[in-house]
Every structure is written in C-alpha cells, then in structure tokens.
C-alpha cells in the first residue's frame, strides 16, 4: 500500500514498530468494549500479520 498524506493525516501499512501499540489497542477494555473478547500479544499479533497480508494482496484494508 503506498501511503496516502494529507495535511493532516497518514494511512500506512502496519509496521513492525506498530506492534505494541497495535496489541495496547486490542486488550484495552475501553477500545474493545463491545467486543467479547481481549487479544493476548500473540493473538494482536497474528491480526496483524493478517490485516498486512490483506492490503499486500488487495492494495487497501485496515490501515494504521
């Protein structure tokens, strides 16, 4: 996925360095609160080794 700027804003892919702030957002009981369930670090993880492979083949998905 190639970036997209604005003044204000930029959507990306998911990088590694995203990693501990992607699993802080999965296990936050306010963020998931209406989800009926948390995501341990391995789980938050795997999501998001998901979600990159999903833009990677589609060109634009969950973009942090």
Request: glycine share 4%; aromatic share 12%.
């Amino acid at each position: 996925m190639k970036p997209i700027r604005t003044e204000r804003l930029i959507l990306r892919n998911w990088e590694d360095r995203d990693r501990e702030l992607f699993h802080r957002i999965n296990s936050d009981g306010r963020v998931m609160e209406f989800f009926p369930f948390r995501r341990d670090r391995a789980a938050a993880d795997a999501k998001m080794d998901e979600v990159r492979a999903w833009i990677e083949e589609d060109g634009y998905g969950f973009a942090a």
